[in-house]
């Protein structure tokens, strides 16, 4: 199975309401990200947390990191139709070169 | 402007014809790495390159090659394709996966009769 895996799968809400992803992973890691990718489309960095942090932000972006628990979990606050998009979390291991993508959240926004 | 460039961006080919995709980055990046996209079950790692000359296999290397002969170039050669290696594939490059964000191409949609 995977390295990172989110939850959950699929996310509908209204616009202005806040969304919430999570991530797991498996093995120790040097950092991990979140992307962003509409609908067929190339995958766009949002954010970068490293294995020694705990909360990042990034405008309506939140992000944090239990590594304790491995696991990562993105908050988008006052969403927007626009932010309708599949979100993955990316795992970079410790000391090699191999990174691994979770299997994504869809999030719908409704207007 | 920075960008990973992917080409072609939609492929139709039949089996066993080899064929390239060709990945190019202007950013001088050390890193660059391929993935494969398949409904349910989100981008998995083909190979990637840690520098020039260095390439090693990600989670499903089979029935792909790679080569990194300068530093902006990665391209990815199916010897021999079939139709289980239609997909949506992505290239993607990094100043190094431990300290920087990846740009991702556009993509390429290759699909194997």
């Known amino acids: 199975s995977q390295q990172g895996e989110e939850d959950p799968q699929a996310l509908s809400i209204q616009e202005g309401e806040n969304a919430t992803m999570n991530c797991s992973y498996k093995t120790s890691i040097n950092n991990l990200q979140w992307y962003r990718q509409n609908s067929g489309r190339g995958l766009v960095h949002l954010i970068l947390i490293r294995s020694n942090e705990r909360e990042k932000h990034s405008g309506r972006l939140r992000v944090t990191l239990d590594t304790s628990k491995k696991s990562s979990s993105l908050l988008i606050t006052a969403s927007r139709a626009a932010d309708t998009a599949s979100y993955f979390c990316a795992t970079a291991y410790t000391n090699a070169g191999k990174s691994t993508f979770g299997d994504g959240t869809t999030l719908t926004v409704k207007p | 402007e920075a960008q990973v460039t992917q080409n072609p961006r939609y492929l139709i080919t039949v089996t066993g014809k080899k064929l390239t995709v060709t990945c190019s980055q202007n950013m001088n990046h050390e890193y660059m790495s391929w993935y494969r996209q398949d409904p349910g079950l989100g981008l998995r790692q083909i190979y990637y390159?840690?520098?020039?000359?260095?390439?090693d296999k990600g989670d499903v290397p089979e029935g792909y090659k790679v080569s990194r002969k300068e530093k902006r170039n990665f391209p990815l050669i199916l010897e021999s394709p079939s139709p289980n290696q239609t997909s949506l594939y992505f290239c993607a490059s990094s100043p190094y996966p431990r300290t920087g964000e990846a740009f991702f191409g556009q993509g390429t949609r290759l699909t194997v009769v």
């Open positions: 390159s840690m520098n020039v000359e260095v390439t």
